[in-house]
């Protein structure tokens, strides 16, 4: 299959198979849900503090009242928040590879 063979199929219009039509519409809806979750997850890593505590790592680390209440921070809904957005695109993904199974659809 050549590059131009590929665009046309690419812009036909949709077959009036109702099987293909709903296999397109899951398809496109699982790849936005995927980019959401991937793009929220980009945030949300690019919003959390770095783990080293630079050159007070030399002279040990010290307990805070910040370090104590961790569980409750900003810090921690972050990483929470994270690990949620990452467990969705890897459910996400599996689905999204289970349907593109030929055998799932019936052909």
């Known amino acids: 299959m050549n590059f131009a063979s590929f665009i046309a199929n690419l812009l036909v219009p949709l077959q009036s198979n109702a099987v293909y039509a709903v296999?397109?519409?899951?398809?496109?809806?699982?790849?936005?849900?995927?980019?959401?979750?991937?793009?929220?997850?980009?945030?949300?890593?690019?919003?959390?503090p770095g783990n080293?505590?630079?050159?007070?790592?030399?002279?040990g680390s010290s307990e805070t009242f910040y370090?104590?209440?961790?569980?409750?921070?900003?810090?921690?809904?972050?990483?929470?928040?994270?690990?949620?957005?990452?467990?969705?695109?890897?459910?996400?993904?599996?689905v999204f590879f289970i349907l593109q199974i030929d055998a799932v659809w019936g052909a």
């Open 23 to 48: 296999y397109r519409a899951v398809s496109l809806t699982l790849i936005i849900l995927m980019g959401v979750a991937a793009l929220a997850s980009i945030i949300l890593v690019m919003l959390q």
């Open 67 to 94: 370090g104590k209440n961790k569980g409750r921070s900003v810090e921690s809904k972050l990483k929470m928040w994270t690990l949620i957005c990452l467990g969705v695109l890897a459910v996400l993904a599996v």
């Open 52 to 59: 080293s505590q630079g050159i007070d790592a030399l002279s």
